[in-house]
């Protein structure tokens, strides 16, 4: 039997997302100077500035000099050619 | 149903995959499953998802009661970890066609995959603290065999941050389970019966003993490395000597002469939910256990319910 829910929260998912399908980021981050640019991870956002926030709490285990992310769409495959970008969480 | 486990064991694509795992071949890409394959894989990420998310209802009562700001920030914290780790299953799922929106609010509580483990919201910070050092030392043995050996990449390198954040979980429950040992009386009474409650719940963790498991897809697909029986093992290698040398009463041991550790009772064990007490002379049978298992203790619904519809709000501190 279904359990009933005394409220549910009411969220907009075509506008959380920006869209009706959802939008992927992949993350970058470089510990310190020394280190190289390394892909840390990927999020789901609306938008760029929610993909900055989402990358940014999400990826906390290290205090990282450089981070950025990249729309997935922008990625253009060289050795999975056709394909889209395979997500390769870190 | 004897006859379709066969069926698949024969079915050549199967097999070829099993082998292809077994020499430590690594998938990248959906593309390259089994149904079979995809199937416990994506049935292992999203139980863990579940587990992730339940800490949170479990852990919050003792934000409330905890002595210090400190503990306070400790456990937020803590919960913040856990939610980002289903935050990345999430991701993982979403390329298996999960809907993540759906997934964390739409589903009925009573469907959610939890374990028996995290289903007793902490009444105060003695029991979280334990919860860490012995529950959460289960739950990063479990996550470190998935790292270190699970065949779908994505999901074994997603683990490296879960598992470097777990570290600081177990270290931080074990230096203050410690501390309440040696701060007075009663709070060294209060660890004890904690540890007493907690450990046959961890030990339960690992699931049923290796003899008695049927299904191993989990293995000859590599999801995980070790079986239930050696992760049990290895984390009563730890919290045994722990415990030993804090002065902590657990019910196991070493043996001499099996060179393992071994538990002082024969599980499964009754547990009388509401006075949170084992009875470790009256054993039930694993058709019962299991049934305990499917069922949830009775926090279950109503943590999961609480989660589902954000009812934290000014109740939270």
Redesign the interface.
């Known amino acids: 039997m279904a359990t009933k829910l005394k409220s549910k929260k009411k969220i907009d998912q075509k506008r959380e997302r920006g869209g009706a399908e959802p939008k992927y980021y992949e993350v970058f981050a470089r510990k310190d100077s020394h280190s190289d640019l390394s892909h840390v991870g990927s999020v789901e956002a609306p938008n760029d500035e929610l993909a900055q926030v989402r990358a940014w709490y999400i990826y906390d285990q290290h205090k990282w000099r450089e981070m950025c992310v990249v729309p997935l769409e922008s990625i253009i495959t060289v050795t999975e050619e056709g394909k889209s970008a395979k997500i390769k969480m870190g | 149903m004897a006859t379709a486990i066969k069926d698949i064991q024969e079915d050549p694509r199967e097999r070829a995959l099993q082998e292809k795992v077994a020499t430590g071949y690594q998938l990248?890409?959906v593309e390259e499953m089994t149904e079979r394959y995809k199937n416990v894989l994506v049935n292992t990420i999203h139980i863990a998802a579940d587990l992730e998310v339940v800490t949170l209802p479990t852990y919050s009562p003792a934000i409330k009661t905890s002595p210090t700001l400190e503990d306070k920030i400790a456990i937020a914290a803590a919960c913040q970890d856990e939610l980002?780790h289903a935050?990345?299953m999430y991701?993982?799922l979403?390329?298996f066609g999960y809907d993540?929106?759906s997934f964390l609010?739409?589903r009925?509580?009573?469907e959610w995959r939890t374990f028996q483990m995290l289903e007793f919201p902490h009444e105060d910070y003695i029991e979280s603290v334990v919860s860490m050092c012995y529950g959460d030392r289960a739950g990063y043995i479990t996550t470190v065999d998935l790292e270190e050996n699970c065949s779908y990449?994505?999901?074994a390198?997603?683990l490296?941050?879960v598992n470097?954040?777990e570290t600081f979980h177990v270290s931080h429950g074990e230096r203050w389970t410690r501390f309440f040992w040696n701060q007075s009386e009663e709070s060294r009474r209060r660890v004890q019966e904690t540890v007493d409650f907690y450990f046959p719940l961890c030990t339960a963790w690992f699931g049923m003993p290796d003899n008695r498991k049927t299904r191993t897809d989990q293995l000859s697909y590599r999801i995980r490395g070790a079986s239930n029986d050696e992760m049990r093992q290895k984390w009563l290698s730890r919290v045994v000597p722990f415990s030993e040398s804090v002065g902590i009463k657990v019910p196991a041991h070493y043996d001499e002469e099996q060179g393992k550790y071994v538990l002082d009772y024969e599980p499964p064990i009754y547990l009388d939910e509401e006075k949170r007490e084992w009875d470790y002379d009256r054993q039930i049978t694993w058709e019962e256990q299991l049934k305990v298992w499917k069922k949830g203790s009775k926090h279950k619904?109503p943590s999961i319910?609480r989660v589902?519809?954000?009812?934290w709000g000014k109740d939270l501190w």
């Open positions: 990248e890409d980002g935050q990345m991701r993982i979403e390329d993540t929106h609010f739409e009925d509580p009573e990449a994505p999901f390198r997603s490296r941050k470097y954040e619904v319910a589902i519809s954000e009812e």
